[in-house]
């Protein structure tokens, strides 16, 4: 028997690192045409909506607010998404991200919610608008960390430091870390969530691999192909009975009409600053919540760079990541104002979305930002599309946080990995990152408080909140290890050569193109 012919030289080498992600159909700077371009900014849309109303659904009834309030919150919340998100995509990182909700600021909202001040107030609408006021009060200050930080250029030297492998952690954390959010979320309504997610991976994955006419369009649009189809089959198992003798969670979760949303929204209305009534202040509270407004700075400095790779951009500089983290920081001065109850970052989910269509256009997330002012203020419209059963949302989470993760491991391939200090830094920082976590949720969820137990809520809330965030411990643990260890002889192992052009802006002409200002503002706000 003839022995197989031995390998070609080429097939032997490792595929060579690319600075550009290829494969993209449409890159930052090339929007696909304009009727293209709508639908995938409704796609957009509807992907960010999951987050927008699950965060107000787990508030604004602790608060004591009925369906009309969470309506409205869920409706001011869209409007400040797609305020802030143009302001992003305009003056910040120009990255395609949108900017919405943010579930690390419910844990210092709770405890806002659950303070003594709050809790002799027996009229449930004035015990929410107080609540409510508090949390203004507390973001309003909470937002100075990241306008500070981001356009003194103080996070710039901080970033100056970051490496291909300390950033694997981070970004592969701020995707894989919201695993709770995934198939835990299918599981809660499985003859819903489960469906979703097997046609997305057949609609997205599979179709344009047999098909040889369209390939394109069932990549493309593969939320708004299955998403009707399920929501459907969810509407004619409810209107069928098949709920009828649940237990009242099964039929919140499953049945297509139990958001009150619809029912508590109304039909024209326009958010506005200070809606619910004057802020108020409370030192402690302030103190939690600028603490947990650094978390969120340090998670979407990770989505920043994820999006970058998507986006088929070249490694965003550092001095950008600052610019749009001092925008950020204004997206929650605005959601203060308006009164959201939450804070902003960057929707992770939206960065899957992008990897998901393969079109990474900043004009498709702007128009996005369009549809969510739209449907903010046509109340009704906007509502029957959060109605979507929230296990339909977690069954396409299963995709787009898996994508996130992804794009973190990808940063690998700049790094030594047959290298003992490469191999220990990046194990170490995953595992604290997931394990520290775990440890600080479990006890919570078994105690009813965090580890960090003393008579001040507000300092338990410093230390609990920054150790129950995986991407945080681990970005921290890889970023000390990684500018500690060895590093003068590890400089190649790390990658850190690879990304020396980029953390200058003017070292590379591509930097300009992907990140400039529009209208000729660099001549007014230069990046270095």
């Known amino acids: 028997m003839a022995a197989a012919p031995p390998p ?3 097939e032997l080498q490792p595929h060579p690192p690319k600075e550009q992600l290829a ?12 009727p293209e371009a709508i639908i995938l900014g409704f796609q957009h849309f509807i992907v960010m909506l999951g987050t927008t109303v699950i965060i107000p659904s787990a508030l604004v009834p602790q608060m004591g607010g009925r369906n009309e309030e969470k309506a409205r919150v869920v409706q001011t919340i869209l409007f400040v998404a797609g305020i802030n998100t143009l302001l992003q995509t305009f003056f910040g990182t120009r990255l395609p991200v949108v900017m919405g909700g943010s579930y690390i600021f419910v844990a210092p909202t709770i405890s806002i919610i659950l303070a003594g001040r709050y809790s002799n107030e027996a009229d449930p609408r004035e015990k929410f608008l107080r609540t409510m006021r508090g949390t203004q009060g507390a973001l309003i200050i909470a937002s100075t960390i990241q306008i500070i930080l981001g356009f003194s250029g103080l996070w710039r030297n901080v970033l100056k430091l970051l490496s291909p492998l300390s950033a694997v952690p981070l970004v592969s954390l701020v995707g894989f870390g919201l695993y709770e959010l995934g198939f835990p979320g299918v599981a809660k309504c499985v003859e819903v969530g489960l469906p979703e997610l097997l046609l997305l991976v057949v609609f997205s994955q599979y179709l344009p691999q ?4 369209g390939k394109d369009v069932f990549g493309r649009f593969g939320v708004l192909f299955t998403v009707p189809i399920v929501w459907l089959y969810a509407y004619i198992l409810t209107i069928g009975g098949a709920y009828k003798n649940s237990p009242p969670k099964t039929q919140v979760h499953c049945r297509v009409d139990r958001s009150g949303l619809v029912a508590g929204a109304p039909w024209i209305s326009v958010p506005y600053p200070f809606q619910w009534g004057a802020p108020t202040f409370d030192a402690g509270e302030a103190f939690a919540m600028m603490m947990t407004s650094f978390i969120a700075l340090v998670e979407s400095t990770g989505a920043f760079i994820g999006a970058s790779r998507y986006a088929s951009a070249t490694m965003i500089p550092p001095s950008i990541i600052s610019r749009g983290i001092g925008w950020q920081g204004i997206g929650i001065l605005l959601d203060s ?4 109850a939450n804070g902003t970052s960057v929707s992770v989910e939206n960065i899957g979305l992008l990897a998901l269509t393969r079109v990474g256009s900043r ?13 903010s203020v046509l ?10 059963p929230l296990p339909i949302f977690a069954g396409m989470y299963c995709l787009f946080f898996a994508y996130v993760g992804g794009v973190g491991l990808s940063f690998l391939q700049f790094c030594n990995l047959n290298s003992f200090r490469t191999k220990f830094i990046m194990g170490f920082a995953f595992f604290m990152g997931l394990s520290v976590p775990q440890y600080f949720n479990e006890y919570t969820a078994v105690a009813g408080y965090g580890p960090v137990h003393t008579g001040a809520r507000w300092f338990n809330d410093m230390i609990n909140v920054p150790f129950s965030s995986k991407p945080f411990v681990a ?5 000390v290890l990684d500018n500690t260890l060895q590093v003068k002889d590890a400089r190649k192992d790390r990658g850190y050569h690879w990304w020396d052009k980029f953390r200058s802006y003017k070292k590379d002409a591509r930097s300009t193109e992907f990140y400039s200002l529009p209208f000729n503002l660099n001549k007014f706000f230069p990046s270095v």
């Open 8 to 10: 070609k030289a080429d």
């Open 210 to 213: 047999v098909l040889h006419f």
């Open 337 to 340: 104002f308006f009164g959201t």
């Open 475 to 479: 970005g921290l643990v890889a970023y």
């Open 379 to 388: 109340g009704k419209f906007g509502a029957l599309f959060a109605s979507i």
């Open 23 to 34: 494969g993209v159909s449409f890159c930052i700077t090339s929007p696909p045409p304009w």
């Open 363 to 375: 004009r498709v997330v702007q128009i996005s930002a369009g549809f969510m002012i739209f449907f």
